[in-house]
């Protein structure tokens, strides 16, 4: 699966620590922000979490720092699904620099599917994993605008 581009944004002064450079917290939560992108992607939306009080629990995070990130940078990450099962997806993020393309961080997250009243992990819906199981297996080039509207549109037809 070629990866999408989850989030685009900038890192400002109060994103840097008193050595200087993004913070970790920072980068966790720009992580979260594509995490949410990607979801969205597959039919995990706002409407969708808000009408089936379902939602997505993140269980486990594993971030690799790979360099520095100074204010003033513009950073991308490009997301994918590395697996999707009955009730939990691991997915894959990485962090570049717009500018260089240098990577900077990356991070590979487990998340499994929930029933928000009984807090307990449910299976996801078949048009879910259909999204999903079609972005493992093939995937359009980034396009420029709203890459993850394109995605969405172009895989449920």
């Known amino acids: 699966m070629k990866p999408i581009l989850a989030y685009r944004g900038?890192?400002?002064?109060?994103?840097?620590?008193?050595?200087?450079?993004?913070?970790?917290?920072?980068?966790?939560?720009?992580?979260?922000?594509?995490?949410?992108?990607?979801?969205?992607?597959?039919?995990?939306?706002?409407?969708?979490?808000?009408e089936?009080?379902?939602?997505?629990?993140?269980?486990?995070?594993?971030?690799?720092?790979?360099?520095?990130?100074?204010?003033?940078?513009?950073?991308?990450?490009?997301?994918?699904?590395?697996?999707v099962g009955e009730r939990k997806c691991v997915f894959f993020h990485e962090m570049r620099d717009a500018e260089t393309k240098e990577v900077s961080a990356t991070c590979e997250l487990t998340a499994v599917h929930i029933d928000r009243m009984t807090r307990r992990s449910v299976p996801f819906p078949p048009h879910v994993r259909t999204l999903a199981k079609k972005a493992l297996l093939c995937h359009p080039e980034p396009v420029e605008g709203n890459v993850i509207l394109s995605l969405s549109k172009e895989m449920s037809s």
Request: aromatic share 14%; proline share 3%.
């Open 10 to 50: 900038a890192v400002y002064p109060w994103h840097c620590d008193q050595i200087g450079h993004m913070n970790v917290m920072w980068y966790v939560g720009k992580f979260d922000e594509a995490t949410w992108n990607l979801m969205a992607a597959i039919g995990i939306t706002p409407t969708y979490i808000r």
């Open 52 to 83: 089936s009080n379902r939602g997505m629990a993140g269980v486990q995070q594993n971030i690799t720092y790979k360099r520095e990130v100074l204010a003033g940078a513009i950073l991308e990450i490009w997301s994918h699904f590395v697996s």
